[in-house]
């Protein structure tokens, strides 16, 4: 059991990391705390994703061997040399997504600041109930 | 050019609206006029899809010329073909519709409003025509974050509304990339049909049980079905008029449309109906949205919050169609996912020029309204009608049929279920109609309402003609909902 945990230590990472994130967004009353552990959340999963990709025993990126013409270009590729680079990919999309969210999300937060002076949602509800 | 199609139907709003700003620097009114001919463009390349389909079947297009399941690949099957018409064809009829509600309730911010509206379009068209997993989650988030900017620019607490639609929609879009994640992991692709082919020896596998589990637990959020529904009714209700016409009938139908690919497109209706307990869930899930829904919606005072809880109730209706699992029952599904985003768009245009004549969406504001906007409210009468399930609007059809496929599923408690959630429309939408039409203007309640009778009169044409157009397609989808069954919806169930 304990070999199993340890040997898997970055997935329980990612599983820690997301509770982490995913307790921030619900329990927290402060808007920024709030957008910080929805980046831990979002930053989590790149976490699982890029895991999934890994290989045991000193493999590398394709592009660095039998890449742009050089010497031995025209050998077989062996996949088992190469870290699996989808999820790589995968994750500069979802990054920019990311980024894509969080810009939004400020500028929402820019919003409420301007009109109720303040960023805690207990004080804007009040506000807003007050008209 | 003919081959090309499926994919113009998503590059014609995306460029639009990225020229958009630009339009809008030289003549700020000619955005308007560029959003419509740019969706009226979209909105016949899916017709002409849904034709082509109709005739030749599933239409397979390939991203770049790469060979699935290496490349992108677009699929448009009958559910995606119709999906693409009901989108398309809504959000040119919200189009023409926002000219007047846009330039009242956001006045100099008509550029960026068409900007993001075609980006959002472009989400929605996206997510419905992609074969491909994660290019969904792509589309959805960008049809997410346009949405969330239509609807912080709303009215006083929108952005609080909004932040709290971000965290859920956030949390959602999350859920389902990892539910992809697991699914790659296990079989190393992407694509839809891939995977399909891929997956059944896996099927005993725990990893794939997390994935479905996650998939469905994003989707739910994102479709807002109860009890993670709590975003929508705050957020649909804040959000400029326009934009509450536009998304209030998509978002919820398109995560549907998702859901339904996932269960009977990625996974074999085998494993979702059969192997795990999915659909069970499912029909409780429906049954308790339903009533929920209705109840909620019977204790509210504002117009557009009662429909937002009637749009939760409608969740309910297809998500324990489906969840019944059999062919009738899943019929009336997918057949109420377009009476419900027609009947839905008609409510929230009509909600949209009574907020535009009164600056109000209470329903205590809505006095002697018959007299003074007819037309308005025959509309609201006919929406009204489709959403209790009188015959000939469509309403009635795909109920009709949810209600045989609870028969035969022998699930007494959904089909009780959707016939009292008509007996609440039916108090829901008399009392509404009981104010418009007995109570008369000098009566009027408060002062806010009265100040402003005198200038209460029948909506400008650029959004009646609309409003009255979707009216009667309420009324033909209903008439014609046979060829509508026969022709689109029937291929579109999965063989059980």
Known sequence: ?131 | MIAQIPILIVVIPLISSLFCPLIGLWRRGLCYLWAIVALALCALASVNTLFAVIANGTIHYRLGGWAPPFGIEYVVDHLSAMMLVIVSVISLIVAVYSKRTVEQELPGRVVYFYTVFLLQVTGFLGIVITGDLFNLYVFLEIGSLAGYALIAIGEDGAPLATFRYIVMGTIGACFYLLGVGYIYISTGSLNMADVQQLLPQLYDSRVILTAIAFLLAGLAVKMALFPVHVWLPDAYTKAPSATSALIAPLMTKISLYVMIRVLFTVFKPHLSIELLPITDIMVWAGFVAILVGGIMALAQTDFKRMLCYVVVAEVGYIVGGVGLANTIAIKGAVLHILNDAVMTVGLFTVAGIIMYKTKSHNISDFHGLFKKMPFTMFAFVVGALSIIGVPPTCGFFSKWYLIQGAVIAEHWAFLIALLLSSLISVVLFFRVIEIGYVFQASHGGNAHATGHTATIDEAPLSMLIPTIAIALSIILIGVYNQAILSNIIAFAVPRL
């Open chain 1, 1 to 131: 059991m304990f070999e199993f945990v340890v040997s898997h230590y970055n997935y329980w990472a990612y599983v820690g990391l997301m509770m982490i994130g995913f307790y921030a967004m619900m329990a927290k009353r402060n808007l920024i705390k709030k957008i910080i552990g929805m980046n831990i959340f979002q930053s989590a999963i790149i976490l699982f994703y890029i895991s999934t990709s890994v290989k045991k025993g000193g493999v590398t990126v394709p592009i660095l061997e039998h890449a742009h013409g050089g010497h031995g270009a025209h050998h077989a590729v062996n996949i088992m040399q190469y870290a699996n680079p989808l999820p790589h990919v995968l994750m500069l999309t979802a990054i920019v997504v990311m980024v894509a969210t969080l810009g939004v999300a400020v500028a929402v937060c820019i919003m409420i600041y301007r009109r109720y002076n303040t960023l805690e949602e207990d004080e804007i509800i009040m506000s807003i109930k007050r008209g």
